[in-house]
């Protein structure tokens, strides 16, 4: 055996996700997550997936890992107790926030809690100025005597953020190395170094949230490179980014911060690529898993990346009502909706689906692990889309009446009807949550989503694309090959890359300064590159250039790509008012732009993705089986047929309704729809004229 085996693993809120590829043969593995101890799941998954294969753990080549730990451990308020130092009279800006209501009118509003409670966040005497000039110097004694009240209150890990130390970060570092002296294995985090940015609450608030999660991120990976080294794997392990690359171990065990939304970004890599090998210049990609839905539009071969994210929300994924993360991402729209998600019915007898979600532990009424509540795999099962001896590969056996008795107490009984409406219910309410969070993320950016093809993929989304597609006026869906394990597979495809965001402030009009900021350019390409080359030595580099652009007044940004080369005035502008004119459909004539923040993208160039072939001969495919599947629009249940998706050949065509069964998901061909596997192994779903 060669050693071109290739592994990657994807740890979500129910499953795991195990994909290993070897020359042109893949396997998959999809098993229960292991909260308590993630690492065993995900070591348990790797060994039988090798087994499976036949390959050594010394032949794995690379394994790639991305994990939803660091954004549980944040949500679940389990990650580490943490102090925050700041500038003497700043503790309470992480409290006060933006000062305004994101919720106007409910007198009873929650704002996020602060990771870090009032009485650890401790102040210092010292000042740095917006340029980077020293007003008050650090008091380091103030520093030093800091010590004994972080061990008497068990203090693990502490982030250090000072005003304006985006410009100069002489204070935090020192700082840093004041404690670090005092307090060895103290866990330190500075907010210069995970967001070198302005605005002090997104900065400390990041920085908050990286050292919380970084004892915790810090012994998983440990841990999990020690059972990787002790099962005889030499190979190099990398970890997804939120922002769709490959980073190293140590990268990300001091910033795991940047690691929030590692699992959805690769599986908007895969729709990216897929993208591009069948030439869908409009994309939208829908994952869903089995605690949540993420939606990311793609146009042109590229998802849209974004530096603003938020987690734990407050108010159903209400925006502003979450923790501010500002560090590199796939821009996607995430809500609880999947598999797991929880249906209730509230005091005014309307259905509510999530976002809480019965995970892997006890999980849906229909895993028989102890779980009473009704979810959406649970209405799936109901209506006929899950096929009972079929789920993950037949290694979990699913309860039909467990389903039912759960189906009718939590929504049933409490509406006065019978299971099979109440499971339609539940189905038409999650389609419509995660369709209404599609049109509003699109509308948000002044995107349309009639005419996009809709790819689909994770555990749950194949049942639900087809009647997802209906409502959002979309003719196409492409169910991707191993779609159940879809993110994963998208690891595969991620090059390592690095980002690197700085915070220098510039008029347009006035003071515009080219030399400086290729001095700027030329200092992030050095950092970027340093980390890239530790991953990929001597492949050819492409770097992407973004500013955040705005009109001289306004609080908001816009991102602005940027040419690789030398950047002019009157070129920065050109781009800013055209981008600015796509999102907001005008310009504003007779205000001057300026540049708030630089961010650089380097990124190892990949091979080029293989186009889609033509199919020469298409022909109706043979059904294995029968089974009784519900109408989403009638409730009546008929007889349709049953396709392993295993035997289906290029060409082979299935006409709705139908089931198309695979070991790790099932799609859902709905009526008026018609079934084709293209030329690259991929469902094509496509609506007959009506």
């Known amino acids: 055996m060669t050693s071109a085996a290739r592994l990657a693993v994807d740890i979500g809120g129910t499953f795991t996700d195990c994909v290993l590829e070897h020359g042109t043969r893949r396997w998959s593995r999809k098993v229960l997550t292991t909260s308590a101890a993630p690492e065993a799941g995900v070591l348990d998954a790797i060994d039988t997936i090798l087994a499976e294969a036949g390959v050594d753990p010394a032949d794995l080549a690379i394994v790639i890992h991305g994990t939803t730990l660091a954004t549980n451990a944040i949500i679940e308020r389990k990650g580490a107790n943490t102090a925050l130092i700041v500038t003497e009279g700043f503790r309470d800006s992480i409290e006060m926030a933006y000062e305004n209501r994101f919720e106007q009118y409910d007198i009873f509003m929650d704002k996020p809690p602060p990771l870090v409670p009032r009485d650890l966040r401790l102040g210092v005497p010292e000042r740095i100025g917006a340029r980077g000039q020293v007003i008050a110097p650090l008091d380091e004694a103030a520093v030093t005597a800091l010590a004994p009240l972080l061990r008497k209150a068990g203090i693990g890990s502490v982030a250090i953020g000072f005003l304006h130390s985006y410009a100069n970060p002489a204070h935090e570092r020192r700082a840093g190395e004041l404690l670090a002296a005092a307090m060895p294995g103290l866990a330190i985090t500075l907010s ?33 490179e020690d059972g990787l080294r002790g099962r005889g794997c030499r190979c190099p392990v990398f970890l997804m980014t939120s922002a769709g690359g490959l980073t190293t171990v140590d990268i990300a065990r001091r910033f795991p911060v940047r690691l929030v939304e590692s699992g959805p970004a690769g599986g908007a890599i895969l729709a990216a690529r897929i993208a591009g090998q069948c030439g869908y210049d409009r994309v939208l990609s829908f994952d869903m898993g089995g605690t949540t839905a993420k939606i990311c539009l793609i146009d042109d071969g590229e998802p849209q990346f974004t530096r603003t994210f938020e987690v734990a929300r407050q108010y159903r994924f209400m925006k502003g009502s979450g923790l501010p993360i500002r560090t590199p991402v796939v821009e996607m729209v995430e809500i609880g909706a999947g598999g797991g998600s929880i249906a209730t019915v509230d005091p005014l007898s309307r259905i509510q689906v999530g976002p809480e979600s019965a995970g892997s532990e006890p999980g849906p009424a229909c895993y028989g692990r102890g779980g009473e509540k009704a979810t959406v795999t649970d209405a799936d099962l109901l209506l006929g889309r899950i096929l009972p001896d079929r789920f993950a590969g037949g290694t979990i056996a699913l309860d039909l009446a467990a389903s039912r008795r759960a189906v009718a107490a939590s929504v049933g009984a409490p509406l006065g009807i019978d299971e099979t409406a109440a499971a339609l219910a539940v189905s038409e309410v999650v389609e419509e949550n995660m369709a209404n969070a599609a049109r509003v993320h699109a509308v948000e950016r002044g995107k349309e989503l009639a005419g996009r093809t809709l790819i689909a993929f994770g555990g749950a989304a194949p049942l639900h694309a087809a009647r997802l597609a209906g409502k959002l006026d979309i003719d196409t869906v492409l169910v991707p090959t191993a779609a159940g394990v879809g993110s994963a597979v998208g690891f595969l495809m991620a090059p390592v890359a690095f980002e690197v965001v700085r915070s220098r402030y510039m008029r347009l009009d006035a003071g515009f300064d080219p030399a400086a900021i290729d001095a700027l350019r030329a200092e992030m390409r050095a950092e970027a590159e340093a980390v890239v080359r530790r991953g990929a030595p001597d492949a050819e580099l492409v770097e992407t250039w973004t500013a955040d652009m705005r009109y001289r007044g306004q609080g908001h940004d816009v991102v602005v790509t940027l040419p690789q080369g030398p950047v002019e005035a009157a070129e920065l502008s050109r781009r800013f008012e055209a981008q600015y004119e796509a999102q907001f459909g005008r310009t504003i004539p007779g205000l001057e732009a300026e540049i708030m923040s630089w961010t650089l993208r380097l990124a190892a160039a990949g091979a080029p993705a293989d186009p889609c072939p033509p199919v020469a001969e298409e022909r109706p495919a043979a059904p294995s089986g029968r089974t009784r599947l519900a109408d989403p629009l009638t409730g009546d249940f008929a007889e349709v047929p049953v396709y392993r998706r295993a035997d289906l050949v290029l060409g082979d065509t299935v006409a709705g309704p139908a089931l198309l069964a695979e070991d790790e998901t ?3 061909v709905a009526s008026g729809f018609t079934a084709k596997i293209n030329g690259l192994g991929h469902i094509v779903l496509t609506r007959r004229a009506t």
């Open 192 to 224: 210069s170094e995970v967001c070198p940015e302005m605005r002090e609450y997104e900065r400390w608030s990041t920085a908050c949230a990286n050292a919380y999660v970084q004892p915790l991120m810090d012994g998983y990976l440990a841990r999990l």
């Open 666 to 668: 099932t799609t859902l």
